[in-house]
């Protein structure tokens, strides 16, 4: 059995494997990965109050779930890590540009034509 502490709290692993740990806050013995474990600490020192590690295993799986995406569009690389519709970004003339694809390249299409007309423009008169 491994044994280590955390925030003043003392870990021990279940049984043979290192896998699952287990601590005990209060009256409540928690038992989860080691970092589930600690983020279940973490809460309890910060909140006062007692989340099963359980529960931050599931959000581990569900952001893992998600994909990210990148896609080149015009020269500038549009990116999404979280797989929402409306999480997309890019980075364009310097300037961070956030939400939905569609919006983004519509923005950077339109930039480019008013640069080019303004350039046309510039031409014409000399």
């Known amino acids: 059995m491994a044994v280590a502490t ?5 870990l021990k692993s279940a049984g043979q494997s290192s896998d699952v740990w287990q601590v005990k806050i209060k009256n409540h013995i928690l038992s989860g990965n080691k970092a589930a474990v600690q983020k279940s600490i973490d809460w309890w020192c910060d909140t006062a109050s007692i989340i099963d590690p359980k529960e931050f295993s599931n ?3 569900r952001r893992e779930q998600q994909t990210a995406a990148q896609e080149q569009f015009a020269g ?23 939400g939905s694809k569609l919006a983004i390249e519509k923005h950077i299409e339109k930039t480019i034509l008013e640069l080019r007309q303004a350039k046309a423009a ?4 000399k």
Do not use: H, M, Q, S
């Open 76 to 98: 500038f690389t549009l990116k999404n890590d979280t797989g929402e519709p409306n999480d997309w970004y890019c980075i364009f003339n310097g300037r961070l540009l956030k």
């Open 6 to 10: 955390y925030r003043g709290f003392t």
């Open 122 to 125: 510039a031409a014409a008169k």
């Open 59 to 61: 959000i581990e799986v």
